[in-house]
Nanobody, 132 residues
Framework: QVQLVESGGGLVQAGDSLRLSCVAS????????????MGWFRQAPGKEREFVAT????????RDADSVKGRFTISKDNAKNMVYLQMNSLKPEDTAVYYC?????????????????????WGRGTQVTVSS
C-alpha cells in the first residue's frame, strides 16, 4: 500500500507563491512502489474535489487543469519518491485543501491521469488559503 503525505500548505496573499510537496512510501517499508502516475487534486469549501495536475511517473509528461494552466507546475523526483506542485500567482479562488494521489493504472504511465477513480492512494491533504 502506498502512503502519501503532503506538506507545504499555508496562508498567503494573492499573487504569492507556494510549493507543495508529497512524499510516497510503502507499508511495509521494504515493499516496492508500483505507481504509474501522480496527481494533485483540490477541494474548496462546499465544492467537490477537482483535478489540478498530473504527471507520468515514468516519462514526466504532465497535464494541468485549465484553471491553473500557466500558474502551477507539477514535477517529480523519482529517487526521493517525491512529487511537487509549484503554485505561482495564487488567487483567492485557489483556496482549498490540496491532495496528492497515486495511480496504479498502467495506461496512466503514458500521460498521467485526471479522474479520481484512476487513483487508489490519497494523502490527507494540506490546506492552502489565499487572502485577497
Amino acid at each position: 500500500q502506498v502512503q502519501l503525505v503532503e506538506s507545504g500548505g499555508g496562508l498567503v496573499q494573492a499573487g504569492d507563491s507556494l510549493r507543495l510537496s508529497c512524499v510516497a512510501s510503502t507499508r511495509p517499508s521494504w515493499s516496492t512502489i508500483t505507481t504509474y502516475a501522480m496527481g494533485w487534486f483540490r477541494q474548496a469549501p462546499g465544492k467537490e474535489r477537482e483535478f489540478v495536475a498530473t504527471i507520468s511517473w515514468s516519462n514526466g509528461i504532465t497535464r494541468d487543469a485549465d484553471s491553473v494552466k500557466g500558474r502551477f507546475t507539477i514535477s517529480k523526483d523519482n529517487a526521493k519518491n517525491m512529487v511537487y506542485l509549484q503554485m505561482n500567482s495564487l488567487k483567492p479562488e485557489d483556496t482549498a485543501v490540496y491532495y496528492c494521489a497515486a495511480s496504479p493504472i498502467d495506461y496512466c504511465a503514458d500521460h498521467g491521469c485526471w479522474f479520481e477513480y484512476e487513483y487508489d492512494s490519497w494523502g490527507r491533504g494540506t490546506q492552502v488559503t489565499v487572502s485577497s
